[in-house]
């Protein structure tokens, strides 16, 4: 376990900080000036490319692992992790369960673990 949190600590950081992101009573601002449609579904896309890089470039960095074999790992392990979240957010009365979260956090997992996958190979 020690192990573990020592080779992962920053995807583990950016977990957690999506977890907070996801689940904290946030007040909301609004703004007026400039409004992008489905933003938060950009936001929770954003987060997952990150996550899944950072798993992705983690793992790469111990030299026992072949990213290649552990790529669909990734992407179940962040799928996973998004669909948790969503249910949390069911339960709170200020945040709301969406099924279309899922799917950006799904489709940014790929997106990352891709971009990632295509970046570690040419170098």
């Known amino acids: 376990m020690k192990n573990l949190i020592k080779n992962y600590k920053l995807s583990i950081l950016c977990a957690s900080a999506i977890l907070f992101a996801c689940t904290w009573h946030f007040r909301k601002i609004e703004t007026q000036d400039f409004e ?5 579904k950009i ?4 987060m997952y490319i990150v996550l ?8 790469k960095r111990q030299k026992k692992t072949i990213l290649n074999k552990n790529k ?4 179940i392990i962040c799928t996973l992790y998004g ?8 339960f709170l009365p200020y945040r709301g369960f969406e099924i279309a979260d899922m799917i950006a956090d799904s489709l940014g997992a790929a997106i990352g673990i891709l971009l990632i996958s295509k970046t570690i190979t040419k170098s």
């Open 72 to 75: 669909l790992k990734i992407f």
């Open 83 to 90: 669909i948790f979240i969503e249910i949390i957010q069911y």
């Open 36 to 40: 992008l449609p489905h933003k938060d």
């Open 52 to 59: 899944s890089a950072i798993i992705c470039i983690e793992q």
């Open 43 to 46: 936001v929770h896309l954003i």
